[in-house]
């Protein structure tokens, strides 16, 4: 357990929840990132986990990168750091993931969704991916994983004007697996992780792997294609500047 992610294992299901602290809205931040991950790289290793539930505060799954650190990171130094491959890693996990969504899950924190297996969602949450207003774009996956499930249409409103969906929109475009009520979301979650436990975990491994690779193997190129792209666009005058923007106007609201 951290100040930014409380673990829970609750018989064969392991829920990750991210506090809302220190910051409301839980931006992905670098520490943010290492104590998901970690807790992933954990479940996997533990026999009697079989799959990891990942979910946020009632008002907030995640508003994405924290921009505190984003501004003025180099193009070089983010991807010498490997910026933005962190939750690849919930992509690739070894066990099933399913995302538990309640009220904003914006940027990163929508691509972190898209990460999982499936998503569980709020009728009234929120998904968008808003960069290109403040002078960056999607880098985490989002654009590959939103096309693969929306279709082109569908993304290239998201990603080109930043609308943002209900939950009960991204049910009927594809997105989100199941829609309920927000104070049952969490609950659903870990009743399908549950009966997903239930399953043969060896069935289980190899049904996920035949879906990933049908999904994942022609977009390989594309993925590491735009996470290039989103770490070349930090050298661009007018992110600097619109990033630098919204943190005034933010800073200026408290």
């Not at 919930?90 to 904003?104: E, L, M």
Request: overall charge negative; charged content about 25%; proline content about 4%.
């Amino acid at each position: 357990m951290s100040e930014h992610l409380e673990i829970k294992d609750e018989g064969p299901v392991r829920l990750l929840t991210m506090t809302g602290r220190p910051k409301r809205g839980n931006p992905l931040s670098q520490q943010l990132a290492r104590d998901l991950v970690g807790a992933l790289v954990e479940a996997e290793r533990m026999p009697d986990i079989h799959v990891i539930v990942l979910a946020g505060t009632a008002t907030h799954f995640s508003v994405g990168a924290d921009l505190t650190e984003v501004h003025g990171m180099t193009a070089a130094q983010a991807v010498l750091d490997d910026w933005l491959e962190e939750f690849d890693r919930f992509a690739h996990a070894r066990k099933p993931t399913i995302a538990a969504v309640r009220g904003y899950a914006v940027g990163g924190g929508f691509e972190l969704a898209l990460s999982c297996d499936m998503i569980v969602c709020a009728e009234d949450a929120h998904l968008a991916l808003p960069e290109t207003g403040i002078g960056v774009i999607a880098g985490q996956g989002g654009t590959q994983r939103l096309l693969q499930l929306a279709g082109r249409s569908i993304a290239a409103d998201l990603i080109l004007t930043g609308r943002s969906l209900t939950g009960v929109e991204a049910g009927a475009f594809g997105i989100a697996a199941r829609i309920c009520p927000a104070d049952n979301v969490v609950n659903e979650a870990m009743a399908v992780a549950r009966g997903m436990a239930e399953r043969s975990p060896a069935a289980i491994r190899f049904a996920r792997e035949v879906l990933r690779e049908a999904a994942d193997h022609p977009i390989r190129q594309s993925l590491r294609l735009e996470r290039l792209l989103a770490s070349l666009v930090l050298d661009t005058d007018e992110c600097r500047a619109r990033v630098g923007a919204f943190l005034d106007r933010k800073a200026a609201s408290r």
